[in-house]
């Protein structure tokens, strides 16, 4: 059991390791498209030497009962995303628009199904 | 369990008064049942936590394999090889879905195997137990996996966002891995009196390994109870122990086996069974290296690192390659 107060760890604090060893795989995240026409998912991820890797990896590490058929592979560092600090400044926006809703507006119900 | 004896930061949990704006509103967040995402803000002792407690659990899925692989060359049937084979792949399976876990809490795979193999960070003590005959398999199956659904279950609802769907997708795949375990027990108990007698010697030997998997009692512990606030501690390891054990008896007698401890007997009163606790003496014991089977399993592990360094090292330099081969056909 390692003490609480130091941490091996990289990016946290008290680490006293040395850099990560070249020889670790790249990072890649699977997306993977199931059975019945739905969208490519994110399921994880794993590491592989390449993209041809990443994908057998892939098969077999989410795969395995048939879940999926279609796999994207897609390096981790390769993906921009959104930080939580940028939450209010991309999503606040469309807070005051409840007009984009259909239930803004009030329909008789004489009109019918609509 | 899988993750025993994580220690937190042994202050003792603060209360919503006591805490910075920053914090007060990661705890409420979880007490709303809220996810925390890796980006997102986190105290520094809700992230070594989850590093230890996730990246323990990972390696004994990982170190899992070794007992039941054992068997595999000598499954009784080509079925049942089959099955055993998909059983332990499942298990390497779960431990990838868990580094990849405790990978976005800012930890490298590279860090966690080299703790592993250094025998710094743990993994859960059952896995040092040797698996002596085929009806072990069974019982592995039976107990050892019942004892990992009983906890996985409710850390499905964790706070921690890729721990708990990595913890969905496990959960998924547990239960084929219980009953395949009972399956072997029923065939054993219902075979030969030989057969019936390893079933039974199984039992005798992986019942109080089974129990101690739920590491000892922590009601009153500061390290749980602050995990429990995080929410990634769902149920006191009494609780779980409990449930475990009202549970299993009656497979047990179903299958016409003793659970081999003279005080098991049915408590009307509170509505569960009366039992009694493992030798915990023995599990520091073990949790200290002093196992059966530690050093079998752990230089099981160094060597596959060790002599599959030239594969890993050969491929990556084989897709550097390739790239700049590309690079320069551009
Ligand atoms: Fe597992
Ligand atoms: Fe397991
Ligand atoms: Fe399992």
């Known amino acids: ?114 | 369990m899988y993750a025993q004896m994580i220690k937190s930061t042994g202050q003792g949990v603060k209360s919503l008064d006591e805490m910075e704006p920053q914090e007060r509103a990661f705890q409420e967040r979880i007490d709303a049942g809220g996810k925390i995402e890796p980006k997102d803000w986190m105290p520094e002792g809700y992230r070594k936590n989850l590093i230890r407690q996730i990246g323990q659990h990972a390696h004994s899925e990982i170190v899992g394999q070794l007992p039941e692989g054992n068997w595999i060359t000598r499954a009784p049937t080509l079925e049942r090889k089959a099955i055993l084979l998909a059983k332990v792949q499942d298990e390497a399976g779960h431990g990838l879905y868990l580094y990849c876990a405790a990978e976005t809490l800012g930890v490298t795979r590279d860090d966690l195997t080299r703790d592993l193999l250094s025998g710094k960070m743990k993994y859960s003590s059952i896995f040092n137990y040797p698996t002596l005959t085929w009806a072990d398999m069974g019982a592995v199956g039976w107990l050892v996996d019942g004892a990992a659904i009983m906890n996985q279950v409710p850390l499905q609802r964790t706070s921690y966002g890729p721990y708990a769907r990595a913890m969905v997708r496990i959960c998924k795949e547990e239960s084929f891995h219980q009953r395949q375990g009972y399956d072997i027990m029923m065939k054993m108990a219902n075979g030969t009196e030989a057969q019936r007698k390893m079933a039974q010697d199984a039992l005798n030997r992986f019942w109080y390994p089974s129990l101690m998997m739920f590491g000892p009692s922590d009601a009153e512990s500061v390290h749980s109870a602050q995990s429990m606030a995080w929410k990634i501690k769902m149920n006191t390891n009494d609780e779980l122990r409990q449930k475990f054990v009202d549970q299993t008896v009656p497979q047990a007698e179903y299958l016409g086996l003793t659970v081999p401890d003279e005080n098991l007997k049915w408590n009307e009163e509170t509505g569960h069974y009366d039992f009694s606790e493992p030798d915990w003496n023995e599990f520091f014991d073990v949790l200290k290296g002093n196992g059966p089977c530690n050093t079998e399993r752990l230089e099981a592990r160094n060597k596959a690192w060790d002599e599959g360094r030239w594969v890993r090292e050969g491929l990556l330099a084989h897709a550097a390659k390739k790239r700049s081969a590309k690079l320069a056909a551009e």
Do not use: C
């Not at chain 1, 130091?6 to 670790?24: L, V």
């Open chain 1, 1 to 114: 059991m390692s003490s609480p107060e130091s941490s091996p760890y990289k990016d946290t604090k008290a680490s006293i390791h040395e850099e990560t060893r070249k020889t670790e795989w790249p990072l890649w995240e699977i997306f993977i498209r199931g059975q019945h026409g739905l969208s490519h998912r994110h399921v994880g991820s794993l590491h592989a030497a390449d993209a041809e890797m990443a994908i057998k990896n892939a098969r077999d590490v989410y795969t395995r009962r048939n879940e999926g058929v279609s796999i994207w592979a897609v390096e981790a560092a390769d993906i921009a995303a959104s930080s939580p600090e940028e939450k209010g400044a991309l999503y606040e926006p469309s807070n005051d628009k409840v007009y984009r809703h259909p239930t803004f507006f009030n329909i008789p119900d004489d009109v019918g199904a609509m």
